[in-house]
């Protein structure tokens, strides 16, 4: 008989794991409707102003109306922080550091990236 107590302990401990792992689930998918985790998650650290790739506001004429290109984004590129929009930025601040003039770097980085406004 302590056997069939020890099994309906364990079946409790499971239900309830699977209970709250539901529930996490859930709520996770719930608040994050229409962002991808990883665009949420370096949204959050953008909104901070802790990224490092945001350009300089004398720089962001450069991108002005571009959309990011990645797959899992639709954002505006100066406003993304996923992975391809950082490379990007990233690109745009090598060829100024070049010491490419604006129109160079916006021309070279729209046909490299194929980016379209």
Known sequence: MSNQSGTGQVSSA???LVGLL????G?????HRGASPAASALDAVATAGNCPYELAP????ILEGFKCPAVICSDLLLDCHCEVAHQIKQTV??????????EEVRSEV???YNLKT
């Open 14 to 16: 499971l239900l309830l």
């Open 22 to 25: 539901a529930g996490f689930i």
């Open 110 to 112: 729209r046909a490299q």
């Open 27 to 31: 709520g996770y998918a719930i608040s």
């Open 93 to 102: 601040k090598q060829l100024l550091s070049e010491g490419k003039s604006p």
């Open 58 to 61: 004398a720089d962001r004429d």
